[in-house]
């Protein structure tokens, strides 16, 4: 990853990121201003963000369901980032946009990438015996059922008849 060329998908997707980047940083500093000229407005916000923060907390994944990736960004420094397994890598689970803790860019997008491994270990499996599946009665034991259903069949008939 450290002899990692840019290419042209690379600099077109770099584009992209910061004009988005823009976009969104435009937005937000609209919705301050608006925000700060509606309290009501500001305290309804900061309510939705406490209801988000918490419903985030509530999803916390065990470490063994988090993939470390090793992760090369636009700016050509290394970091490391982390995704949920299910994921098949990095930019998929929503990490195409870092800023960098080394040279400080925001909006960077990830060039090239490899797995480190999970978080943690999985749990050593602890299945339950599954219940043995249920015995097929023998063909006396059908016969006897099928007789003793007769009987009662009969028996009802009888009831309805008189």
């Given at each position: 990853?450290?002899e990692?060329a840019?290419t042209r998908r690379?600099h077109?997707?770099q584009?992209?990121?910061?004009e988005?980047?823009e976009r969104?940083?435009r937005?937000v ?6 925000c ?6 500001a305290e ?5 963000f ?6 985030m907390q ?7 369901e988090i993939?470390?990736w ?6 050509g420094h ?7 397994y299910t994921y098949?890598d990095p930019?998929d ?6 800023r ?6 925001d909006?960077l997008t ?5 797995p480190i ?8 499996p602890t299945e339950?015996t ?7 009665p023998?063909?006396?034991?059908l016969?006897?059922?099928v007789k ?6 009969e028996h009802?008939r009888?009831e309805?008849s008189?």
């Amino acid at each position: 990853m450290e002899e990692y060329a840019l290419t042209r998908r690379d600099h077109s997707r770099q584009k992209q990121s910061e004009e988005s980047c823009e976009r969104v940083r435009r937005q937000v500093d609209e919705d301050v201003a608006k925000c700060r000229a509606d309290p009501a407005r500001a305290e309804r916000r900061r309510q939705a963000f406490e209801n988000v923060a918490k419903l985030m907390q509530s999803f916390k994944k065990q470490d063994h369901e988090i993939m470390r990736w090793r992760v090369r960004l636009y700016c050509g420094h290394i970091i490391e980032t982390e995704a949920h397994y299910t994921y098949t890598d990095p930019i998929d689970a929503g990490g195409y946009s870092k800023r960098c803790p080394e040279c400080g860019k925001d909006g960077l997008t990830i060039v090239a990438f490899e797995p480190i491994g999970l978080r943690g270990e999985p749990p050593e499996p602890t299945e339950p015996t599954p219940p043995p599946p249920p015995k097929k009665p023998t063909r006396a034991e059908l016969e006897r059922r099928v007789k003793a259903l007769e009987e009662e069949n009969e028996h009802l008939r009888a009831e309805l008849s008189g």
